[in-house]
């Protein structure tokens, strides 16, 4: 069967910031409300140098670490390109994302993210999700539902950590209290694939040589976050998150799997207003992420 043209799928979606409190509403102590927040999902070929540059900019300014060359060959990487812009046009934030059909070890579209920052001014909200999420639902609608659609991330934060059980039912890992994930005996063999011999499956995290680490002004957990009982697990499982140490994460991209949150979000996004991107990328080469665009 003939798959739609690309076209169809790459869209912008006019995302405005909800108000309603998330776990990271205390952000909001800065005394300014979260600004309005536009999200847009683009090839990564189609990235400006400029875009580029601002991208690389808004990740130094939060953590250490970050080198040209390391952002160019994580970005190289990925195929897709999530941007957050505020009213006045800068860059409050960014995800990339890496989208692969799998027939082993699992069979499954995996969706890996890469490099991810949101700028503190834009915390209190939840942009980055709803524009994700946007994203996902058009890179889900054209590789189909032939088989599961899985998310695997990197998590050195307890904020990004906190996002799963927000959004999402079954993950894993998470706290003993919520009963064993399904996706419990599918990480390991996704994250060896994706991380090699960086991952670790005894302790489930992943150490690069050159970690990045957030900086002073987002580093450590909130003495009052800890009763959390999500942010303790993440705490207990990533004792070396300041150092740069990453949880591997993962989760099904899948309706079903949506929380009353992620309901929400998601009936929110049916008014969204959907503009095409412009280029077509080649199909073929959006199924095979190891082909340059």
Aim: hydrophobic share 40%; net charge positive; with cysteine.
């Amino acid at each position: 069967m003939t798959k739609p043209p690309m076209t169809r799928y790459l869209m912008t979606r006019n995302l405005v910031t909800p108000t309603p409190t998330t776990p990271d509403a205390e952000s909001a102590s800065a005394g300014s409300p979260s600004p309005t927040i536009r999200g847009r999902l683009l090839p990564r070929a189609q990235l400006t140098p400029a875009e580029r540059a601002a991208m690389l900019t808004l990740l130094d300014r939060h953590f250490a670490g970050v080198t040209p060359a390391q952002f160019d060959l994580d970005l190289a990487e990925k195929q897709w390109v999530i941007l957050l812009h505020d009213t006045s046009g800068a860059l409050m934030g960014f995800t990339s994302l890496r989208l692969e059909t799998l027939e082993a070890p699992i069979s499954c579209h995996l969706l890996s993210s890469g490099d991810t920052i949101i700028d503190p001014r834009a915390w209190g909200g939840t942009a980055l999700m709803r524009a994700w999420l946007a994203a996902v639902l058009a890179l889900r609608e054209y590789v189909g539902r032939d088989r599961p659609f899985y998310w695997l991330l990197l998590v050195s934060g307890f904020r990004t950590y906190r996002f799963l059980p927000l959004f999402w039912h079954d993950f894993h890992p998470r706290q003993p209290s919520a009963g064993a994930s399904s996706l419990a005996p599918r990480l390991p063999p996704l994250a060896r694939l994706r991380y090699g011999e960086a991952f670790d499956p005894a302790s489930g995290l992943v150490r690069f040589p050159r970690p990045q680490r957030l900086r002073p002004h987002l580093a450590g957990i909130p003495a009052g976050r800890m009763r959390d009982p999500h942010v303790a697990f993440f705490a207990a499982r990533n004792p070396g998150h300041a150092e740069g140490d990453e949880l591997v994460c993962l989760t099904e991209l899948d309706e079903a799997n949506l929380t009353r949150a992620g309901r929400r979000i998601l009936r929110a996004l049916g008014t969204s207003t959907m503009v095409h991107s412009g280029t077509q990328p080649d199909p073929d080469k959006v199924l095979r992420p190891e082909a340059e665009p």
